[in-house]
């Protein structure tokens, strides 16, 4: 008990003893939960759009006027050459071009069809494809307000139609926020926990201090404990900041669900998180080293953890690895717990994993980590 007493001490006072290791794991999190998701917005507007009109008509006038007002979109450019506007799509001043033909109305009056052109250009493939389902969705808007005016009222009563109402349950204002805050968050503990545990025994290594606890009568697993336990705290600071001030106060995020339940698996996430990063700074001889292999292992996490992309629309070699991802499962944690308001019957599955994660990446920390002396 002594003994875990001093290394606790000595871990704790290293960590506040360094000046400038204290803003990065403070800091650095907290400011970077207030940006991301003022910036990581699904929701694509000021997409800018030519339009190259041949018929000059009050309903191609009419149709790029709602067009404008959607919101969505800005007009960049209004002519009758489609060389002028492609040119504009080369050198980045437009999204889109949608070609009006000439005769746009009168065959829309007397043929009741007609055919838009739209070139989209595809370098960003999300704006692309946002931008042309926006587009598609006014165009269709406009077909049908065209169709009912044209439309000659029924003499007999209306063929059966389906509606749907829809409700959107857990987050009803449909605001990203509230989905991204909690991933981020979770992805902002996770870098804490990996990339400052990876230095701590690297550093120990480079200035020569891990030789002289080698041949002092400490456990292996007193000496791993050491090194864990006082990031673990952090990390529980961290998301404590992270969740109850920031989400709360900046985001208006009010936890649905159990606090205790919730910290209870981020106990055993940490638990895993810190094992990986203790796991790398046995295998690593310099702190770049380190760096390099976190920085490796944390791009796969974040990308491959549902932060940005579902896992469902993942092929199935990624989908695979996605869920040998832990921090997959504590995204889904988080946002079930504060969101959903889930029990512990619904999340017992994702404890098992992760106590799993846990035991294996801190059993082949301490395996690894060869004590002489």
């Not at 507007?45 to 000059?56: F, G, S, T, Y």
């Amino acid at each position: 008990m002594k003994t875990m007493k001093f290394l606790l001490r000595k871990e704790f006072r290293q960590i506040f003893r360094n000046k400038a290791l204290l803003p990065l794991i403070f800091v650095v999190p907290i400011v970077q939960l207030l940006i991301l998701p003022l910036a990581a917005d699904y929701e694509i507007k000021h997409i800018n759009i030519a339009v190259v009109d041949h018929d000059r008509s009050a309903y191609s006038r009419q149709l790029i006027s709602q067009i404008t007002a959607a919101g969505y979109f800005q007009l960049v450019g209004y002519g009758s050459s489609f060389q002028a506007a492609f040119h504009q799509v080369e050198n980045d001043e437009a999204d889109l071009i949608m070609e009006i033909p000439r005769g746009f109305e009168t065959n829309l009056v007397r043929e009741g069809s007609e055919k838009l052109f739209v070139a989209v250009n595809a370098i960003n493939g999300v704006k692309a494809g946002l931008g042309s389902a926006y587009l598609n969705q006014i165009i269709r808007a406009y077909n049908d307000e065209i169709r009912l005016r044209w439309t000659p009222p029924q003499r007999f009563p209306a063929a059966p139609r389906i509606e749907v109402t829809a409700s959107n349950w857990f987050n009803p204002l449909q605001r990203y926020q509230v989905f991204m805050v909690p991933g981020i968050l979770a992805v902002l503990v996770t870098m804490v926990g990996a990339y400052m545990c990876s230095l701590n025994i690297v550093k120990e290594k480079e200035v020569g201090t891990i030789e002289q606890i080698n041949v002092t009568p400490i456990r292996k697993y007193q000496f791993v404990l050491g090194k864990l336990i006082p990031f673990w705290v952090i990390g529980m600071i961290i998301f404590s900041i992270g969740l109850l001030v920031v989400a709360r106060w900046v985001y208006g995020i009010v936890p649905v669900g159990s606090l205790v339940l919730l910290y209870s698996y981020l106990a055993v996430y940490l638990v895993a998180v810190l094992g990986l990063g203790l796991l790398i700074s046995t295998f690593a001889e310099t702190q770049q080293q380190a760096m390099s292999v976190a920085f490796f292992f944390m791009m796969i996490f974040m990308l491959m953890s549902g932060l940005f992309t579902p896992l469902d629309g993942m092929p199935t070699w990624a989908y695979l690895i996605a869920k040998f991802n832990p921090v997959t499962y504590f995204i889904e944690v988080v946002r079930m717990v504060l969101l959903k308001g889930s029990g512990f019957a619904d999340l017992k599955g994702h404890f098992l994993v992760m106590t799993g994660f846990a035991v294996l990446l801190n059993g082949l920390a301490i395996i690894n980590y060869r004590k002489t002396g």
